[in-house]
């Protein structure tokens, strides 16, 4: 599996030759092994990309990312059913019980809950036991929609005079950016799983074509959380190359997962793996989520 995530935020045109991506521009040539390469981010509006090359990144299980004029992701470009055994699994995924689905949900969110706690731990900042305790109240399908009351006290405690839903705070336009990242990954991971990602666990918006992906990033969330309250934003109007630098990083990020220490970009094929496992099985114990362990490291 590939481990380069490639950010171009010059214009160039994007081509293939001899299993090589090919950056060029005016001034200079560039060319990277497609096996080396996991993420690809085009942030410039002046970039040509050639099909081949597209058909190549499919082919190699690499995620595309564009940009919009904000250089938030706006768009992904995942492989589309590489599995081998896709129809299998799929089909185990249509059929897959709501009692088995509600158990998935409860897992997940028990897991997200725990991460919460995490973050505020590391930070030294209030409730953190709070929400140890909550997360081991979660019930079958979050019926008791534990997560929202967790989500009320963490978000109060992690930033000072913070609005999630406040589109001028920087800061919402760092985690957004953060979680665009994770979700692209784990769109990629989860069609390399062989799984359908329209049809969630929880998640059953018809017009979403990501439900299952938006199910499995939950976990994933505090990491980048973490990250945004680590950097020094104060300034900062609009996010500047150095910041998504550090946003992006994150993928590289150890996180424990099966008691493993794993990248999270590793972590989401771990994931999605597990959940193809988890409904094909029809057992909740093959299910495998991130825990966090550590704050991130990119300054």
């Known amino acids: 599996m590939g481990w380069r995530i490639l950010q171009i935020t010059r214009p160039c045109k994007l081509s293939v030759k001899n299993r090589q991506l090919v950056c060029e521009n005016n001034e200079d040539k560039l060319t990277l092994p497609l096996e080396d390469i996991s993420v690809v981010i085009l942030e410039s509006k002046q970039i040509i990309i050639s099909n081949a090359l597209l058909s190549e990144l499919a082919e190699n299980n690499i995620v595309l990312f564009t940009c919009n004029f904000s250089h938030i992701p706006s768009g992904c470009f995942t492989p589309f059913h590489n599995h081998s055994r896709y129809s299998e699994i799929a089909w185990s995924q249509v059929e897959a ?54 989500a009320n006290i963490y978000w109060k405690n992690l930033f000072e005079d913070f609005n999630r ?55 994933f969330r505090p990491f980048v959380d973490c990250q945004v309250n680590k950097l020094n934003l104060t300034n900062l109007k609009e996010l500047d190359p150095q910041t998504k630098g550090c946003l992006v990083n994150i993928l590289t990020q150890n996180c424990s997962i099966n008691k493993e220490e794993v990248t999270l970009l590793r972590a989401c094929d771990m994931v999605a793996l597990s959940v193809a496992k988890t409904i094909k099985s029809k057992n909740i114990k093959y299910l495998q989520l991130p825990l966090l362990k550590k704050l991130p490291l990119f300054e």
């Open 97 to 150: 019980s709501e009692p088995l689905k509600k158990r998935i949900w409860q897992e997940i969110i028990r897991n997200k809950i725990c991460n919460q706690a995490s973050c505020l731990k590391f930070f030294n900042l209030k409730y953190h036991q709070k929400l140890f305790e909550i997360a081991k109240l979660v019930q079958s399908g979050d019926a008791k929609n534990s997560e929202a009351f967790a």
């Open 165 to 219: 839903y406040n589109d001028q705070d920087i800061r919402n336009s760092a985690l957004n950016y953060g979680y665009a990242i994770i979700r692209g990954c784990m769109a990629r991971s989860v069609v390399g799983a062989g799984l359908l990602p329209c049809f969630g666990v929880h998640h059953a918006n018809k017009l979403n074509a990501f439900n299952l992906v938006d199910d499995l990033i939950e976990p």
